[in-house]
Nanobody
């Protein structure tokens, strides 16, 4: 079972920072990758950042957020937490951000959180 819960979204002015967190509970040991996706109104969903759970220093980013966003993981006894630190935010970063998990036995991200909204004003 995979349960994902996001928190930490909000409103910020351009140039500001926000941290969003995803808590993965359930059978975390079968999850090999986690990612943050975002979807702005009228646009397609895009993957923002990905991190492998079973390897170190394995984060990847979409070009538009490189150097501004940082994904990290924190593994506890019962949960797997994935954080996305967003710095130097731009109005075009405004979107609903979703956490997703990929099981080791699967190719795609099949598990999703409910989303958290990020609004960046100019």
């Amino acid at each position: 079972q995979v349960l994902l819960s996001e928190s930490g979204g909000g409103s910020v002015e351009a140039g500001g920072s926000l941290n969003i967190t995803c808590i993965h509970s359930g059978t975390t040991y079968r999850t090999c990758s986690m990612a943050w996706f975002r979807q702005a109104p009228g646009k397609e969903r895009e993957r923002v950042a990905t991190i492998d759970i079973d390897r170190d220093n394995s984060a990847t980013y979409t070009d538009s957020v490189k150097g501004r966003f940082t994904i990290s993981k924190e593994i506890t006894r019962n949960t797997l937490n994935v954080l996305l630190r967003m710095d130097m935010l731009k109005p075009e970063d405004t979107a609903t951000y979703y956490c997703a998990a990929r099981r080791c036995s699967e190719v795609n991200f099949e598990y999703w959180g409910q989303g958290t909204q990020v609004i960046v004003s100019s």
